[in-house]
Antibody, heavy 118, light 110 residues
């Protein structure tokens, strides 16, 4: 069964960089699918952040693109998110997920809460 | 930022049928597949419906999806206590070139 697990600091200071990783088990990232990051701010709906293919091809939400880096490590079967210059508005539960191109995700991680605060 | 509109809440007694709507536009629901998720706090969202009406293996047939124009619906028949959760819809958006999600509906079993 496909499983995804997010990891990273739960607290980030304003103006710093939020860094998260997603470990994938039960499926090889190199076998296909896109790998996505999605977040949910307190009291709000889900928001797509960006996605990456195993060859490194990426596409990002226009509202976050200028601050965003998503990378993939096929040897470790994981992918990562870096969001620069964070503010309190970036406080959210961050999820990683698997998806076909142009279709929403099928498998998700359980999410990790990241709080931006000094 | 949610682009698809859902009612904030829905409820029913055990055994009843509950329907959740998801309203979008021609750039998302109108031209692309709709997915539905069940979400409990602290857990991974679970895929209930993909490609408008298809159920993944293991999802009970009490859950059904439909789509018409720029709207979609999720129906839960034979409501059970374990169905109490948050439900969200999602679709690809051609304008965004990414996914958009619904505002979420909390289902309560009375």
């Amino acid at each position: 069964q496909v499983k995804l697990q997010e990891s990273g600091p739960g607290l980030v200071k304003p103006s710093e960089t939020l860094s998260l990783s997603c470990a994938v088990s039960g499926y090889s990232i190199s076998s296909g699918y896109y790998w996505a990051w999605i977040r949910q701010s307190p009291g709000k709906g889900l928001e797509w952040i960006g996605s990456i293919y195993h060859d490194g091809n990426t596409y990002f939400s226009p509202s976050l693109k200028s601050r965003l880096t998503i990378s993939v490590d096929t040897s470790e079967n994981q992918f990562s998110l870096k969001l620069r210059s964070v503010t309190a508005a970036d406080t959210a539960v961050y999820y990683c997920a698997r998806a076909l191109y142009m279709e929403p995700p099928d498998y998700w991680g359980q999410g990790t809460l990241v709080t931006v605060s000094s | 930022q949610s682009v698809l509109t859902q009612p904030p809440s829905a409820s029913g007694t055990p055994g009843q049928r509950v329907t959740i709507s998801c309203s979008g536009s021609s750039s998302n629901i109108g031209g692309n597949f709709v997915y539905w998720y069940q979400h409990l706090p602290g857990t991974a969202p679970k895929l209930l419906i993909h490609r408008n009406y298809q159920r993944p293996s293991g999802v009970p047939d009490r859950f059904s999806g439909s789509k018409s124009g720029t709207s979609a619906s999720l129906a839960i028949s034979g409501l059970r206590s374990e169905d109490e959760a948050d439900y969200s819809c999602a679709a690809w958006d051609d304008t965004l070139s990414g996914y958009v999600f619904g505002t979420g509906t909390k289902v309560t079993v009375l």
